[in-house]
């Protein structure tokens, strides 16, 4: 796990519902694997060909990665509209397409999550 999991505790009580309501970033619409809720969760999206590229700076294990992995997709709102993700899936480094800038080393971010666009 790149970052520790209590600083993704603080984010979540502190700077996550800060940025959702500021509007400004875009927020990943998942669906919880067990609690059937839906959450919401402020991540950096990078636009790739056909889907959307999002980099796990808190592990594969994360929530949010699971219950998408798990609901295969989710929505995505991002500069005011919504998208229908599918076809979850992680991506190593070696995966990622040109264009997309890497993470610094020294968060040791291994893998990446993928999903596409549905059409329609």
């Known amino acids: ?5 209590w ?3 603080v984010n979540n009580r502190v700077f996550n519902p800060r940025a959702i309501a ?13 609690s059937g809720k839906t959450y919401r969760t402020p991540l950096d999206a990078h636009p790739v060909d056909g889907g959307y590229l999002f ?11 699971r219950n998408a ?3 295969r997709g989710a929505r995505l709102r991002i500069d005011g509209r919504e998208v229908e993700l599918a076809a979850p899936r ?5 995966e990622l ?9 020294l968060l040791r971010v291994t893998e990446f999550l993928r999903m596409d666009l549905v059409s329609g």
């Open 69 to 71: 992995m798990a609901a």
């Open 90 to 94: 992680l991506v190593g480094e070696d």
């Open 7 to 9: 600083w993704g505790r």
């Open 97 to 105: 397409p040109a264009g997309v800038s890497r993470p610094p080393k």
């Open 55 to 65: 980099i796990l700076v808190y592990g594969a294990d994360s929530d949010w990665v």
């Open 1 to 5: 796990m790149p970052l520790p999991r």
């Open 22 to 34: 500021g509007g400004k970033y875009p927020v990943l619409i998942h669906v919880g694997r067990t």
